[in-house]
């Protein structure tokens, strides 16, 4: 039997490399686009094809793309939340969708899968499944809207023929996360929060949802949707499994969402005058004291994608920062 062959952008990114990971050890033969500044250095661990390009610049895509590739795993993506990075994020996150789409249907890809964000369905929603609305292209946050019209590059792709799923995990905890939720353990250890935003989330495990984007790949529908949820929680109940895990003593005692909301909009205009992104803003404080909850009967029932509690995904991601130095062992 033919090995069968992946084009995966956003291989350095930590869901990037969870999904290679898996990829390798299930004997894909992948190609790994990066940009030239970016630091490979995980992703040479592991038997891929490195290629330099940009999603931006639709010849260096062309070139690095496999003609007839199995599966365009579209991974890459802009997630600051700062809005000094509008501009680009746009660009990134639209116009670098919209240069993948075509991409891979001029190498005559077989199946794209693209990785979205539950955001795309709104934070206002309590409970969110693919049933209701998306409400993403009404949010204040740049990366909300953007994600969402990047969905809708894809489902252009799709009228025109091309053969493509959509992903929206919840949020993301797991090993080789050094800028996501993993800050928040980083953050407990060294007993830098006073106290907890007062939202709570759906946290999903980065192997499992590395795991559901090839079975996307494999036996998706066509133009689907899948959210992949994991654990409710509240950041309290968060907070409390990192204390157990890393031995931390943060506070739990939930603030009100306004001891959050002046600091950050202080940040941002403060980051408005230096250029520099601030640790805490405005967008970011919304998604910390949203309360939605995710649902993944789809994905659970279509993908076989398969839950992990909390406290696995915050030992994954602990371990992890330990082994590379990036944490001391209490």
């Known amino acids: 039997m033919a090995e069968r062959t992946a084009f995966v952008t956003g291989g350095t990114g930590f869901l990037g490399l969870n999904l290679i990971e898996q990829l390798t050890a299930q004997r894909w033969q992948v190609t790994a686009l990066h940009r030239p500044s970016s630091d490979v250095r995980l992703l040479q661990k592991f038997p891929v094809r490195l290629v330099e390009g940009d999603i931006l610049e639709p010849d260096s895509l062309r070139r690095a793309m496999p003609s007839g590739v199995d599966a365009v795993f579209h991974v890459a993506a802009d997630i600051s939340m700062w809005s000094g990075r509008n501009a680009r994020q746009t660009r990134i996150n639209i116009e670098g969708t919209r240069q993948v789409v075509e991409a891979a249907m001029e190498a005559g890809a077989r199946r794209l899968v693209h990785t979205s964000t539950w955001n795309t369905y709104g934070l206002e929603q309590r409970e969110i499944s693919e049933e209701l609305p ?98 409710d929680a509240s950041f309290a109940e968060l907070f409390a499994v990192i204390n157990e895990v890393t031995g931390s003593r943060v506070p739990l005692r939930p603030l009100p969402a306004a001891l959050f909301r002046v600091p950050a909009r202080l940040a941002a205009v403060w980051a408005s005058i230096s250029g520099e992104e601030p640790p805490i803003t405005p967008e970011g404080v919304e998604v910390a004291i ?34 590379e130095g990036l944490l001391n062992e209490r």
């Open 134 to 231: 998306q409400l993403g292209s009404q949010s204040r946050i740049n990366y909300d809207r953007t994600k969402f019209l990047a969905e809708e590059e894809v489902r252009k792709g799709i009228a025109r023929g091309l053969d493509a799923v959509i992903v929206n995990p919840s949020h993301i905890m797991g090993r080789y996360d050094r800028k996501g939720w993993a800050q928040l353990i980083m953050m407990a250890q060294e007993r830098w929060m006073p106290g907890v935003p007062p939202g709570a989330g759906t946290f999903c495990h980065a192997e499992a949802v590395a795991s559901a984007h090839i079975a996307a790949a494999e036996r998706g529908r066509r133009g689907a949707n899948y959210l992949m949820s994991g654990a």
């Open 290 to 323: 949203a309360r939605a909850r995710v649902t993944s009967r789809r994905a659970e029932q279509e993908l076989g994608y398969r839950p992990a509690p909390l406290r696995a995904m915050v030992e994954d991601s602990y371990r992890w920062l330990l082994a």
